[in-house]
Structures are given as C-alpha cells and as structure tokens.
C-alpha cells in the first residue's frame, strides 16, 4: 500500500493518546519512537491507516 499515511494509538478505553499523520509513504517497514513515559501501563491499540482507511491494528502491552 502507498499514499497518506497516519498512526494513531488508543488506550484500552478507546481515548485517542497518540496520532501522528507521517505523509505519504510507499509500502515497506518503517520504525517510530514512542515516547510513553508519561502514560499508564496498560493496552493500547495501535492502528496504522493509508488515505482515511485502517489497514492495519495491532495491540501493544506497556509495562513499567
């Protein structure tokens, strides 16, 4: 997938903690830095989508 790209994480509650549109970007791997020290342990979903649409959700586990 190739087009606008855009990075959001929800806490277990579904609040919005974290977005960030990374512009256009070609298919492939990329990393990202999160910087969470101020965030309670706990889940969060991490959802990934190209122009508007979600492609793609994960879960991730903060422990601290």
């Given at each position: 997938?190739?087009?606008?790209?855009?990075l959001?994480?929800?806490?277990?509650?579904?609040?919005?903690?974290?977005?960030?549109?990374?512009?256009?970007?070609?298919?492939?791997?990329?990393?990202?830095?999160?910087?969470a020290?101020?965030?309670n342990?706990?889940?969060?979903?991490v959802?990934?989508?190209?122009?508007?649409?979600?492609?793609a959700?994960?879960?991730i586990?903060?422990?601290?």
């Amino acid at each position: 997938h190739s087009g606008l790209t855009n990075l959001k994480i929800y806490d277990i509650a579904g609040r919005l903690k974290y977005q960030e549109n990374m512009g256009f970007r070609t298919g492939g791997s990329y990393e990202f830095i999160l910087h969470a020290q101020h965030w309670n342990s706990g889940l969060y979903l991490v959802q990934i989508g190209i122009n508007g649409m979600t492609v793609a959700e994960n879960k991730i586990c903060l422990i601290k």
